[in-house]
């Protein structure tokens, strides 16, 4: 098993398929301040790619995602969909052109009906693409899964047949664009790999975008053609999955790194990130990340770098 | 005091879960448990504090110094649970009653097992929290989980496990649910403990990044059977077992 086929793949134009500029959104509580989970975001992603979005928790990557899916409203900035604005889920029918985006929740638990058959749920996603040739077998085929267990509810599954299922619908409905929403982290550590490389192999075969968010770095890199680095709602570094990997270069991205341990046998503990994520409806003055940055300079604390693909003073473009 | 474990096995439902399992524990070591899920790691570690599944049956000798967990009591091994035996689990979300402040869930074993009064324990609890390195411990022992971030309701969940002065921990998995930076943090917290108090720690963990940070001896664990166990350089580094040497070979990156 080696992860050499997977993420050197070819490096070509390909047209782009999401594109999300400056989003900024906003979570609104009464009684309590206004919390801007994601500030300024800008990220585009291309027909079968699969761009990593990672980050600690709290830090905006499921608000992200839930706004290209319509979930959350936008306070301000643009997601464009194949030429298309995305627009907030009512409840009215969903515009056509939109179900071309489809999400794999985080938690499958809940997010399959335990009521009804998974066949039935399966339907529900092939009705949306308007396909009567497929069958829900078929697609379990696909996801790895017996055909028969199209006739069997929810709960008489595991984690990661569960999150198979999840799969099987949301490709049922032919999406052009597969997002993942830490659609691994509620598995049992050695399905979660299996996942991951299920979804993109999914994905890019059926010439799909792939948007997987995750805080597992190790899983993104072994999947993932490009990586968003994200931090209190900004992407702060944005590259080929080699070259973050290799050679990061925000202090941030750096921090994350190394907090991997390495399997080496040396015993030597990773080096931890001082600090807490910062409040995000009180996010620090200047750069985001200064407070707990070990190379914040002057510039750092009053200004905030707002540019890519690595937001950060010491790499401020010319 | 050591825990000794000797062809340990366990059936559920008529297929036999652990096939012969053989660990040793010793005061300020750290023991990892590696392996797949699905292979006893989890099983291992819950039949120490006798909290199988209903319907396991297990046999074969969990020695803790001289006297056999297996063969107590329920009432007897009351007295060792969440006393000289405790346990952190994987997520701590869950493991933690979410109603309950943290205070009274740090105080509320104390006070059954040491026989304090609420004043004490609640003095104790503080120290505790302190120790685990939770900020301004007076007011958050008045707090409740969900007030917490996960690498906080951990170190939380760690401080409940050590109330009682224990002996031996068993920690399952206590790192997976969180992220990478908070992991750092949790982890060197365990190592410091381990050889502060002299703890003797069982690490179950799929990872063998964690692993290699804080673990002394590995053992890797396979269909329920055992099979290598040695000191941490030489399992990573020069594995006996082709099936350890599979695990390796499976990570990705450049250290294999």
Known sequence: ?318 | MTLSISDLKVTLGGREILRGVDLDLRPGRVHGLAGESGSGKTMTGLAVLGLLPHGARATGRIALGERDLLGMSAKELNTVRGGEVAMVFQDPATSMHPMLTIGRQLTEHMRHHLGLDRKQARARAVELLGQVRIPGPEAAIDRYPHQFSGGMRQRIAIAIALACSPKVLIADEPTTALDVTVQAGVLRLLRGLCDDLGLAVLLVTHDLGVMSAVADEVSVMKEGLVVETGPRGQVLRDPLHPYTRALLDSLPGETA
């Open chain 1, 1 to 318: 098993m080696t992860d050499s086929t997977t993420t050197t793949a070819p490096v070509t134009e390909r047209a782009t398929l999401l594109s999300v500029d400056d989003l900024v959104v906003e979570h609104r509580t009464p009684g309590r301040p206004l919390v801007r989970a994601v500030a300024g975001a800008s990220l585009t992603v291309a027909a079968g790619e699969v761009v990593g979005l990672v980050g600690e928790s709290g830090c905006g990557k499921s608000t992200l995602a839930r706004a290209v899916c319509g979930l959350n409203r936008a306070a301000s900035g643009t997601i464009t969909f194949g030429g298309h604005p995305v627009t907030p889920l009512g409840l009215r029918r969903r515009d056509r052109a939109l179900s071309g985006i489809q999400m794999v929740f985080q938690d499958p638990y809940s997010s399959l009906n335990p009521r009804r058959k998974v066949g039935a749920q399966i339907a529900d996603g092939l009705r949306t693409a308007g396909d009567t040739t497929t069958s829900p077998a078929d697609l379990l085929e696909r996801v790895g899964l017996p055909r028969d267990f199209a006739g069997r509810h929810p709960h008489e599954f595991s984690g990661g047949q569960r999150q198979r299922i999840a799969i099987a619908r949301a490709l049922a409905a032919r999406p052009s664009l597969l997002i993942g929403d830490e659609p691994i982290s509620a598995l049992d550590a050695s399905a979660q790999a299996q996942v991951a490389r299920l979804m993109r192999d999914l994905a890019v075969d059926s010439g799909a975008g792939l948007l997987f968010i995750s805080h597992d770095l190790s899983v993104v890199r072994l999947i993932a053609d490009r990586i968003a680095v994200m931090y209190l709602g900004k992407i702060v570094e944005i590259g080929r999955t080699e070259e973050v990997w290799t050679d990061p270069r925000h202090p941030y991205t750096r921090a994350l790194l190394g907090a991997i341990p390495a399997p080496d046998g040396a015993g030597v503990l990773p080096a931890e990130l001082p600090g807490d994520v910062p409040d995000p409806a009180d996010p620090p003055q200047g750069c985001r990340f200064h407070p707990r940055c070990p190379v914040a300079m002057d510039v750092c604390r009053e200004r905030e770098p707002d540019f890519g693909p690595v937001a950060c003073w010491l790499h401020e473009p010319a």
